[in-house]
T-cell receptor
């Protein structure tokens, strides 16, 4: 069985500072990893994915994620946070059957 | 904005009733999945449809059922509603083939069971 853990319920960061949202995973076989963002009363928006290749993946809105196989982690990062980045962030892993398993989510609060 | 649309956006039902939620997939996608997101939690996989057949199911009882139509639109049906069925229901479409695309989600249907 596959699983995803997001150890922080909330991350607080000041605008302009770098941000990191943590994610660790457990899968058998090669991991297919995703980050989604959810704004209030909205569905999930795709940010980025890791399938294979470079460990640093670049995505939408200036976000990037670093895949670390030895630590089974896929942390989301952004060099300079914006107030508009405040939202709920979900890490997910996909199995061979195309099923996504999500973490519990991390609320990002960016303060001016 | 994705090309995935869901209806209705909000719904209130009474315990024991039945409900049907609808989803229109993004053009070019052949697979639709449904997820349940309870308040304060991550989405949980309900089931997936490919070529009009269910080809994957999460830990949900049989009173959760679905359909996928030839135009790849989909329905989620829930019978004998329970209070714990109150949640945001998300539809996701993707293309499954030689190269699988990421899943694109609709805005969700907020179901409240009273």
């Amino acid at each position: 069985a596959q699983s995803v853990a997001q150890p922080e319920d909330q991350v607080n960061v000041a605008e302009g500072n770098p941000l990191t949202v943590k994610c660790t995973y457990s899968v058998s076989g090669n991991p297919y990893l995703f980050w989604y963002v959810q704004y209030p009363n909205r569905g999930l928006q795709f940010l980025l994915k890791y399938i294979t290749g470079d460990n640093l993946v670049k995505g939408s809105y200036g976000f990037e994620a670093e895949f670390n196989k030895s630590q089974t982690s896929f942390h989301l990062k952004k060099p300079s946070a914006l107030v508009s980045d405040s939202a709920l962030y979900f890490c997910a892993v996909r199995n061979a059957g195309n099923m996504l398993t999500f973490g519990g989510g991390t609320r990002l609060m960016v303060k001016p | 904005e994705t090309g995935v649309t869901q209806s209705p956006t909000h719904l209130i039902k009474t315990r024991g009733q039945q409900v049907t939620l609808r989803c229109s997939s993004q053009s070019g996608h052949n697979t639709v999945s449904w997820y349940q997101q309870a308040l304060g939690q991550g989405p949980q996989f309900i089931f997936q449809y490919y070529r009009e057949e269910e080809n994957g199911r999460g830990n949900f009882p049989p009173r959760f059922s679905g359909l996928q139509f030839p135009n790849y639109s989909s329905e989620l049906n829930v019978n004998a509603l329970e209070l714990d069925d109150s949640a945001l229901y998300l539809c996701a479409s993707s293309f499954v083939g030689a190269m699988n695309t990421e899943a694109f989600f609709g805005q969700g249907t907020r179901l409240t069971v009273v």
